[in-house]
């Protein structure tokens, strides 16, 4: 599999936001991943890790829902919040 060039994180409240921008790099050749927090499962197992730490660009769409779960999930998501600085 290519290396991932763009990951997208999101909630499940911009899933539309999600494809308008996927959208903006048809035609580009670009490796794109989609990752919706609420359908991933944490701690983060070691073959997920590198579609955050080693693509070119991770764009977090900020969002009422995605604060929110990262509220909630706070202890489980300490290892995925990690990987993003």
Do not use: N
């Not at 409240?13 to 991933?40: C, N, P, T």
């Not at 983060?44 to 900020?62: E, M, N």
């Amino acid at each position: 599999m290519a290396p991932v060039d763009v990951t997208f994180i999101f909630a499940e409240d911009v899933v539309e936001w999600d494809s308008y921008l996927s959208r903006q790099f048809e035609g580009s050749g670009a490796v794109i991943q989609h990752e919706q927090v609420e359908k991933m499962t944490f701690p983060l197992g070691c073959t997920k890790t590198p579609v955050f730490s080693d693509a070119r660009v991770v764009l977090v769409i900020l969002s009422p829902a995605l604060v929110e779960f990262l509220d909630k999930h706070a202890a489980d998501c300490f290892h995925f919040t990690r990987l993003l600085k």
